[in-house]
């Protein structure tokens, strides 16, 4: 039998690594599905059901809210279906290598989800599948929350490439992902970060060269003077070692997200936070409960804005 030439699965694993054409097209696509089912009961499958068929596995090595339950709730409004595996009921646990995992999970569903501590992980699943795969959070980045976020900043604020964006904190995974997207969306960046805690230089430099407006500091006033969004995450990720939590608790404390600070910012400037929280640590109760938080709203995006990326991976 002839064969036609092998075609190459559509990943997502990070933000710097596709288009960004791609990447708007996404977050338009995924406004207007969103649009499309307001006012709808939630359970409702979207009239096309593009994905019918397709089944998607989420392999977690790390524990999950948001992601675990928008993805497969996505999945099911596309028409498709999930397979929730983790770590402890794979053989993953007792030794099986994950370029195993990936070869053999790819002769059984049509995408892969993972989340992971080690992004090598991620590459090595990368390297043996052959279906897309999704980066659901490394200790590296968090690009399917990166693309949730501008999808909430555009909602609350309008485009996206005039906005002074704040980081406060911890240089995290999720702090490279909002570096990737400097340059991708064209926002204004500054991150405000303790020294011993200052963010990923080889993103910063990949940033810099493809013209994103970033500026590392280690005065989180400075950073936050003026700015449309302040964002901050928590001071301990799960990839920690929770021995050197105390030093970092120490360490983050004048990074902490206050009335005081926000005042700093715009008059009208939003408060952003991947969740989970930790109240009285990163940010004060008072800012994330209230009416500049758009935290929920995040959470609530990251549905519409991974339903998109299920398309582009797979339709
Ligand atoms: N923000 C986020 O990724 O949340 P989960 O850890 O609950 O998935
Ligand atoms: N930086 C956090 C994000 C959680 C969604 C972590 O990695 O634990």
Redesign the pocket.
Known sequence: MKQGPVSQPRHFLDINLIDSADLRAMLDRAKARKMARSGQPKGVLDEDLPLAGKVLAMVFIQ??????VSFDIGMRQLGGQTIVLNSDDLQLDRGETMADTARVLSRYVDAIML?TKGHEMLEELVAHASVPVIN??TDAS?P??LMADIMTLEEHRGEIHKQVIAWSGDGNNVATSWIHGAAQFGYELRLGCPPQLSPSASAVQWARDNGADITVTQSVEEAVAGADCVVSDAWVS?HDDDEAAGNRHNMLAPFQVNEKLMARAKDDAVFMH???VHRGEEVTAEVIDGPRSLAWDE?EN?LHAQKSILTWCLE
């Open positions: 524990p999950s809210t948001r992601t675990r989340r659901g959070l968090h399917c929350q799960m991947c969740l989970p959470a990251r």
